[in-house]
Structure formats: structure tokens, C-alpha cells
């Protein structure tokens, strides 16, 4: 039996089905090079203390802090390190070494007096030897030296579980050399667009037939969303044909999308197999998308949209996208109130998803019919403006909310 049901109700059932999936995704070990954007399964541990050594904040001169209390003062070169540098070098007291950023700080130096403070008096940048620096500044012990540790103790946490890696979390592993790190794996999303109507890819279409829009969709859906395409296939009315080829989907993904055959007429395959699996088959009060249902096959849920193009990525989008974002640790997709630019009607009794586009001033004006297989007029759309079910008639100037596309 056909039962009717609110949008936000049928919005919980789907969160409810998906879930168990969801929370018991696998992990994978993958190179930081490919990193970006996966989330981290557990705490990232430092296996190193950064900085690796003391090092020097500036270019200049590493000193003793008592030995340049008084200033100015000239003190001999007594030695040069360079970034790089391997071998410990040791500081006799009374004396400078020149130092680069980034180099070992020498045993016995505990301040850096940077180059701008400094002239050489005796001696060239090029040859050091017998060299002589006045320095025209103190500093306080610790001033310009970065300590071993200062930024991370050895065995504290570089990037916490469940976060979503950015360009700087990178970054951060790379620095403690670290070349690979264990992640959630993607959610993976078979998607099944059904129709003996549908040609995909290049072939000509014949009379009658229609290419399968769908299938891109769903794929691009999924992959914004931040899921992984584990399977795609095209099903004709054929419920055998269906059957063999969901269970391929089912057995590569974490959840399975169709498309069409779940309306109330004659060569509805998806509602024709699934139902005696004990399949939900519903009509939510929402246009477009009012054919929705769910099911379980082997453990993977699947979620059934309707086939007109337009009411499959609205459904996409109200039911789906929120989930799948949150599961690849991506923000929310943003919902604005903002005001009518004209005056809209709607269908008594239904939640009105209509395709519409933000202004320069702000507003948002409608940009298609609300009919479920204008693809081009969605095309145009930036927006959904969401009408309320009990809404008829909104004036120009009226708040809405819109869902960003």
C-alpha cells in the first residue's frame, strides 16, 4: 500500500536507514599526497618532537646573552653555520658564530642577535676568517632561538580523529615525517537509473528513448557530496535484468541509489522487485519527488528516488546530501532566508522545492516551472526555494528559505 508522509519525516526514515552504514565504515592507510579532504580515523600521533633541534628564528649571529649585556660590543667570528647544517657545533664564550634560518643553534649560544643589528668590522661575508661583528643590540636569553619541542612534544597529537584534512593538516604531517596516515574510507554509492526508455553514453537515441541525465547526476551528486561512485548501471523494465544488476550495486557499495519504477503504474521494476523485499514505497507531500521509497537487500540500503530528472537531484538533495556531507566531514550546505523578488503560488498541501536563482540585490526570483522534467530550467537554477506545504500564494517581497545548489 501506497502511504503519504511529510518531507521531514521521510528525511528521518532515510537517516535512520543509512545509519548503521554509515558508522561502520572500514579505514585505510593512504599517502599524505592523497590525503586531502579524507577524514582521520584515529588521533595522529607525532613520532618526533618539533622542532627536531634548536634552531635559529632569524639570519644573524648566535651569542651568549651576558657576552652582548653591554653594547655596543665587538665580538670574533669564531664560526659559520648554514641551514643544514649536520655537525654539533660548540660556542667559546666571548665569541660568535654566523647563523642562518632554520640552522642548529650551537651548544653554549642561548640568544640570536639578527643581521640587521650587526655590522661586520673586520673581515668578509665571504671569508669569516678572523672576522670581527660589532653587536648593536642585546637580547634576552631565549630571544630568536627556537627550542626542540616548542611546537610538539614527541607522542602528542598532531591532527585529532575525525578530522577533515586541509592543505595545513598536510602540512603539519609532513613536517613530522610522516608519509601516511589511516582515514575513513568513503562512503561508498552504487547508482542504479532504471527505464527501457534510457540510453546511456553516445549511442543515438531512437524514438521514444531519452538519455540517461540521471545517471550523471547521481554520480556528480555523490562525488560533490564527498562519496565515492562504487557502481553504475542502467536497468530496462525488465525485473530479472533489475535484479541481477542491483545485486551487483549492493555488492560493491555502502548504499544504493535508484532511480524510477516506483510510481503506481504498470513497468514499475524497482517497486516490482523491492516490495516483496519488504520495501517501503511512499508518496511524500513534496513536488517534485512525491514517489520515494527505501528498502534493505544483503544488509546495503537502498534509497529510490523518482525518474524525472529533476525530481531525482531535488530528492538528492533534501534527502541525501546532508548525510553524505556529514559523513565526509564536509560543512552543511547553506540554507538563506531571503525575500521574494516576485510573487510565487504553490500547490495546497505539498512542500514546493522550486528551482530559483539569487539576485544581485539579494532576492530570489524563480527561474523554471515547477514540472519535474525541466532539466534546463534546473540548469539555470542556483537555488530551491522552499515553500511551505501549507503555503498558497507568497507576495513579492516575502521570506522564504532556499537551499543552495
Known sequence: MTSRTTVDQHAATIAALLAPA??????????????????????????????FF???QMDGYAVR???IATVPVALEVSGDIPAGHTTPVALIPGTTIRIMTGAPVPSGADAIVPVEDTELVLGRDDDLN???????????????VRERGSDLRQGEVIVPASTRLDPRHLAALAAAGIAQVTVLSRVRVGILTTGTELVRDDRPVEFGQVFDANGIALAALVEQAGAVVSFR???????AEFRTILDDA???????LTSGGISQGAYEVVRDVLEPLGAEVTTVAMQPGGPQATAV?????????PGNPVSTQVSFTVFLRGLLREAAGLPAAETLRTGLATAIHSVDGKRQFLRGRLTASGLVEQVSGPSSHLVAGMARADVLIDVPAEAVDLAAGADVTVWTL
Open 233 to 239: 548501471g542502467t536497468s530496462d523494465d525488465d525485473p
Open 22 to 51: 554509515l558508522a561502520a565504515r572500514a579505514s585505510e592507510s593512504v599517502e599524505i599526497e592523497n590525503a586531502l579532504g579524507r577524514l582521520v580515523a584515529d588521533d595522529v600521533l607525532s613520532p618526533v618532537d618539533l622542532p
Open 130 to 144: 678572523g672576522a670581527v661583528v660589532e653587536i648593536r643590540r642585546s637580547r634576552s636569553v631565549g630571544e630568536y
Open 65 to 67: 646573552a651576558a657576552d
Open 250 to 256: 549492493v555488492a560493491a557499495s555502502d548504499v544504493v
Open 54 to 56: 634548536r634552531n635559529s
Open 297 to 305: 537487500v544483503a544488509g546495503v540500503p537502498i534509497v529510490s528516488f
